[in-house]
């Protein structure tokens, strides 16, 4: 985190091949270094978005990081894990 100039609580931008958010950082020893980990929930503020509790939570949509043409080859679904991303602060 020091690296990448980011302390706990600031903001960071994260962004893969599928798009860009805008989330807290929070610093721990209890992650990997080079990993990131995101909950995956809230954050629906998105023009069109039709859930309303989702879009009255603060916090950061995670699938505006997938990429779409990604997809598991069993299942034939999105991939949601080990997607590559940079992170940078938010400016």
Same mark, same amino acid.
């Given at each position: ?28 020893? @209890? ?17 069109? @978005?039709?859930?309303? &509790? ?7 949509? &995670? ?15 999105? &991939? ?7 992170? @940078?602060?938010?400016?």
């Amino acid at each position: 985190a020091a690296r990448l100039g980011l302390a706990d609580g600031d903001t960071a931008r994260i962004e893969s091949s599928g798009g860009g958010i805008e989330a807290p950082a929070e610093i721990t020893d @209890t992650v990997r270094s080079g990993v990131v980990s995101l909950p995956h929930g809230w954050g629906h503020s998105r023009p069109g @978005t039709r859930m309303s &509790v989702a879009a009255a939570r603060p916090g950061a949509n &995670v699938n505006q990081l997938l990429d779409g043409t990604l997809l598991d080859p069993l299942s034939g679904t999105a &991939v949601l894990n080990a997607i590559p991303v940079s992170v @940078t602060p938010a400016h």
